[in-house]
């Protein structure tokens, strides 16, 4: 008897502690799951962001800026900084669905066309055009490879100078 009824103490012991332990537990999966739901909103709005980011500059052919591109948003999305719009085009470059266009002591501009075409950058207005070159560049590369041997795969060409409404001014 006694050693029966010492038994039936110690399962209400380990009850007694079991019972703050899966509290606890409960406590502790509810945290995480409040802070995996925080995590995934925060990402969720963070590529929401990104995604009007790269939106806005796939819908113009003027290869604008980070200060332009935020301007451009900022009244639709009020809680958006100009840190915000650089940070998310450096990731946007990085993974390969934008490309920035600049020339020496001027600000990158973006592009949302990302196959190899040639640009001209105005020293005066500082605006970036697309230039068709590409059957003279096809032209360039299999004279590259004739020449010297080499399987030319991409390239980046840059003219400057000045544009027809600078010129006319
Ligand atoms: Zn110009
Ligand atoms: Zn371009």
Same mark, same amino acid.
């Given at each position: 008897m006694l050693h029966l009824s010492g038994q039936k103490n110690y399962i209400k012991n380990s009850l007694q502690i079991k019972k703050p332990m899966v509290y606890l537990i409960r406590k502790l999966r509810m945290i995480t799951d409040f802070e995996r739901d925080r995590h995934m909103e925060l990402k969720r709005n963070k590529s929401k962001k990104r995604e009007a980011i790269y939106d806005a500059l796939a819908r113009?052919?003027?290869? +604008?800026t980070a200060e332009m591109l935020y301007e451009s948003l900022k009244d639709d999305y +009020?809680?958006?900084?100009l840190g915000t719009v650089y940070r998310n085009l450096t990731v946007l470059e990085e993974e390969g669905r934008v490309k920035s266009v600049s020339h020496e002591g001027g600000h990158a501009h973006y592009d949302a066309r990302t196959e190899p075409h040639a640009h001209f950058i105005c020293r005066n207005c500082q605006s970036v055009m697309d230039l068709d070159l590409t059957d003279k560049t096809t032209k360039l590369y299999k004279c590259i490879e004739d020449n010297c041997g080499f399987k030319v795969e991409n390239h980046s060409l840059c003219f400057t100078g000045l544009c027809k409404n600078c010129l006319n001014k």
């Open positions: 113009v052919t003027c290869h +604008p +009020p809680e958006l900084s």
